[in-house]
């Protein structure tokens, strides 16, 4: 399943119950991997597996989620080679 990273920048802080994203996320095959919180922007950085950037939007629409971007990226793990 393709990974893709997906920038969000919030006006203010969400009210997100993630029990209910999680489930309106699985509609469409997306899974919520993780994220990160930047500290001094209103910019989040989320981990999903889905099956298109299509099905990201989709699902962030039904949870009233911005999506300024979406990369689709692939993992590299430094320790592998070691």
Sequence with gaps: MPRYLVERR???AP???VDAVIE???GDGVTWMHSYVCEDTPTM???YEAPSPEAIRRAARRSDLPVDRI???RVL???SYI
């Design 10 to 12: 919030f006006p203010h």
């Design 15 to 17: 009210e997100l119950s």
């Design 24 to 26: 309106r996320n699985a």
């Design 45 to 47: 950085l989320c981990l």
């Design 71 to 73: 990369t689709q990226v």
């Design 77 to 79: 793990d430094p320790y």
